[in-house]
């Protein structure tokens, strides 16, 4: 039997077709496999690849080849859909642009959790400790039917049209999350998620009508009509290209992370933090302090892994008068993100935010490849440093900011440090307590803190902590009150009391009666002697080298944990202390940034690094 020359065109061009759905499938299927990520523990070859080739996750690398994946990645969604609507006449096109489909699913789950894509809105409710491994299994299972479509076996169309079910429903309930999301916080509607669930949906019709219903009986239907109308080339082509300009431009739109939830607060907030255990514990604690302080800290890993132990000591904490900071180290069960979305409107202005991570800087210090940074390599630089830094709170676990959690819901964020406070605040903390404790300077900390936050306006205070390594651990009730008036004076707005461990004998932690009578007194004193002015315009500044991640601690201290003390390092610290036994408590130390150049004239004098003098007029 002969073929016209019409049949053998026809040929030509399903030949081409099916060629080209094999490159297709088998590209993304190849992309997939590079950006896949089952859990935080095991790098991708994407990560390993730009380890290799030292490309920071904040690098405009990083960010021009986000962009250009989100791009591609949409387009040749809308390019597939258009392939639905268009070339799905029969059951051997519908199944390879479904193979088609289903590797660019599994492709776009796993570039999504590499590249940051669309991570946002699953942070927000979506704990990390499984999801990754669940998208990973999803893709796996996506890129693997691709495959599996290639063939010539008629039992997986079947298979396809079961399997796009499952891929609809799995979209369409992320789609919710993302809606959900979209109306709360105003965000950027994540465009890919939405056109998943779209070529999820056409893959569902058109393999369902290839297997059970035969075109030509429908040549002639109104629902035909309809369809050639509204997925013409014109009307098609127009509404597609309006989805991806829009869609680009939202992904293109600066986010926020790390903006202050709030000015700094006004009263001074003194209190003590529950480290124990038990809900019985810290009632016992609540009774004891609530006629001497007015905020509880919940500084408890325990009871943040614990949903109803830690509403039942919130709800007896603010119904005896105090306010409460609730800690978490990170948000690792799916409960504490809808316990975010609630404790504003549950505990209103009793509930003031959340104290979140311990000693950011300090670990940066101290353990520089430590638990924010320990997949990429050291900088390069301060200014990397500083650039790294900043970046581990809006990229942490598997691209997840715990920090932009509050960020989004209009949360405080507070932690306790003892160095670094300046980028602690730029990393996007709201209020920082210095530690007073061991043999620091109590004077250096607060000039580092205080002018941090004054330049920034932030908030900030202090925490005592321990003195020694047993017990009693923390220093004598005398000095606790000293270091707590010391703070007032200096024009602290939180004044806490660090109370940990608990033990088998105690029933108040490490505290005493000597402690809990230190904060009756200074209660009293609190409440007889209004707070000294804390007018930065009568304050002298030390501006540090921007970006200068000195430590304080002493003569051979890092910066940035990284490097050894430089060359101006001795002069600093010479000028400082010198700067100290000049102008006493009404020195405060800043850094030499956009910050400062935008607050210039709030103190009376500046005293650089350099030894330039500039004073205010």
Not at 63 to 89: D, H, M, N, P, R
Not at 160 to 170: D, L
Not at 299 to 317: G, H, K, T, V
């Amino acid at each position: 039997m002969k073929l016209s020359l019409d049949d053998h065109n026809e040929a030509q061009h399903v030949l081409s077709f099916k060629q080209l759905s094999r490159i297709s499938t088998l590209l993304f299927v190849a992309l997939g496999i590079y950006f896949a990520w089952p859990f935080f523990g095991v790098r991708s070859f994407f990560r390993q690849t730009t380890t290799f080739f030292h490309i920071s996750i904040g690098s405009s690398f990083f960010i021009e080849l986000q962009t250009l994946v989100y791009i591609c990645s949409l387009a040749i969604g809308l390019i597939i859909a258009f392939s639905f609507l268009k070339f799905a006449t029969d059951k051997e096109r519908a199944k390879r642009i479904a193979g088609v489909n289903f590797a660019w699913l599994g492709f776009m789950l796993e570039a999504s959790a590499g590249l940051s894509l669309q991570w946002i809105p699953y942070d927000i409710w979506i704990s990390y400790n499984y999801s990754l491994l669940i998208f990973f299994i999803l893709a796996v299972s996506f890129l693997t039917f691709s495959v599996l479509l290639l063939t010539d076996y008629k039992w997986t169309r079947k298979l396809g049209y079961i399997t796009s079910c499952f891929s609809f429903i799995v979209n369409a309930i992320i789609l919710i999350v993302i809606a959900r999301f979209f109306a709360m916080f105003a965000g950027p509607f994540s465009t890919l998620t939405a056109l998943m669930t779209v070529n999820s949906s056409l893959q569902i019709c058109y393999l369902f009508r290839s297997n059970l219903i035969k075109t030509k009986d429908l040549a002639h239907s109104r629902f035909l009509k309809i369809k050639e109308f509204f997925f013409s080339c014109k009307v098609l082509g127009t509404i597609l290209l309006s989805i991806l300009l829009v869609g680009t431009f939202v992904f293109l739109q600066p986010i926020n992370y790390t903006g202050s939830s709030g000015s700094p607060t006004k009263n001074v907030n003194v209190g003590v933090t529950f480290c124990g255990d038990t809900v019985s514990q810290a009632k016992l604690l609540v009774d004891k302090v609530k006629n001497y302080t007015n905020v509880f800290v919940v500084d408890s890993w325990p009871i943040s892994q614990n949903e109803s132990a830690l509403n039942s000591i919130c709800d007896y904490a603010i119904f005896s008068g105090l306010h409460i900071i609730v800690y978490f180290a990170w948000f690792n069960q799916y409960w504490q993100a809808f316990w975010l979305d609630s404790a504003k409107d549950r505990w209103g202005d009793m509930f003031l935010g959340i104290y979140l991570y311990d000693e950011p800087g300090g670990v940066q210090l101290d353990i520089p490849s430590g638990k924010y940074d320990n997949t990429t390599l050291l900088p390069i630089n301060y200014a990397a440093a500083t650039d790294k830094f900043v970046q581990s709170f809006r990229t942490g676990n598997r691209e997840k900011s715990d920090m932009e959690m509050l960020k989004l819901r209009g949360i405080k964020a507070f932690t306790s440090d003892y160095a670094l406070y300046w980028f602690d605040y730029e990393a996007g903390y709201d209020g920082l307590f210095a530690e007073f404790g061991w043999n620091y300077s109590r004077q250096l900390n607060i000039a580092l803190v205080r002018g941090a936050a004054t330049i920034l306006n932030k908030d900030w205070g202090i925490i005592v902590t321990w003195t020694y390594n047993s017990w009693p651990y923390i220093e004598s009730g005398d000095k606790l009150y000293n270091d707590m008036v010391l703070a007032y004076d200096n024009g602290a707005k939180y004044i806490l009391v660090f109370n940990y461990p608990y033990n088998s004998s105690s029933t108040y932690g490490i505290l005493g009666e000597e402690h809990f009578d230190a904060l009756a007194k200074f209660w009293n004193h609190k409440n007889s002697n209004p707070q000294p002015n804390d007018s930065s315009s009568s304050r002298v500044a030390y501006v540090l080298p921007n970006d200068y991640g000195y430590g304080f601690r002493g003569p051979n201290d890092t910066i940035w944990g990284v490097w050894p003390a430089d060359s101006v390092t001795y002069k600093i610290i010479q000028n400082v202390f010198s700067s100290f036994q000049q102008y006493g408590t009404n020195l405060d130390i800043v850094y030499n940034s956009q910050f400062f150049v935008n607050n210039e004239f709030r103190y009376n004098k500046f005293l650089f690094w350099n030894e330039t003098t500039i004073t205010s007029t």
